[in-house]
């Protein structure tokens, strides 16, 4: 999570939805793009790549461990695995969220740093990073989910489908920021309107 997060500050400008700030959908939208499938295009390419990217550190790491001859404990794996990955996809979820709100890409990597912070937080005043830190009750998965233990991952799931519903109505309301409406009250009443076709 750590790695991620500082490659996210890193590459903020292009990982997230400041290109909607620069006007880059504008065109793609006048060209007869739908916002909703652009949005849902970067979201899922995301999600891929960083559930590619973690699973291969996280199978490199199980293979160095093993090599190296650490104390290696099978059944701690999947609840590790699992945890990791719901850290990456909530705080990238929340990074796409606060993009669309940070109006330069040095905020908006502030932004990405206080996600980060905020799932630590969460997990600490949830009850969550006692579970992780017990290896033993992390061998078993059904620790994880229970609500008697944490709270965590209802909280979790909630703010996923949130921020997702925000960054999808967010992303399509400033994309066509520049479209003037069909009787917009700007031009004067005998104004004569140029139009050219807006696919070329």
Request: aromatic share 20%; proline share 2%.
């Amino acid at each position: 999570v750590l790695f991620n997060s500082f490659y996210f500050i890193l590459y903020y400008d292009y990982l997230f939805f400041s290109e909607i700030r620069k006007n880059s959908w504008y065109l793609l939208i006048q060209m007869g793009y739908q916002p909703g499938i652009m949005f849902f295009a970067k979201f899922f390419a995301l999600m891929y790549s960083v559930l590619l990217t973690y699973s291969v550190g996280f199978a490199v790491t199980v293979i160095l461990t093993f090599l190296l001859k650490y104390t290696f404990i099978i059944a701690y794996l999947p609840s590790l695995y699992l945890v990791g990955l719901a850290d990456l996809f909530l705080i990238t979820i929340l990074s796409m969220t606060f993009s669309l709100y940070a109006k330069t890409v040095i905020n908006g990597r502030y932004w990405t740093f206080l996600a980060a912070v905020l799932i630590f937080t969460l997990k600490l005043s949830l009850g969550q990073y006692r579970i992780i830190a017990n290896r033993v009750s992390m061998q078993n998965l059904s620790n994880l989910i229970d609500l008697q233990l944490s709270f965590y991952w209802p909280v979790a799931l909630v703010m996923i489908a949130a921020c997702g519903l925000i960054c999808l109505l967010r992303s399509r309301n400033l994309a066509k920021y520049y479209n003037l409406p069909a009787d917009s009250d700007i031009m004067p009443a005998n104004a004569q309107l140029a139009e050219i076709d807006f696919k070329t």
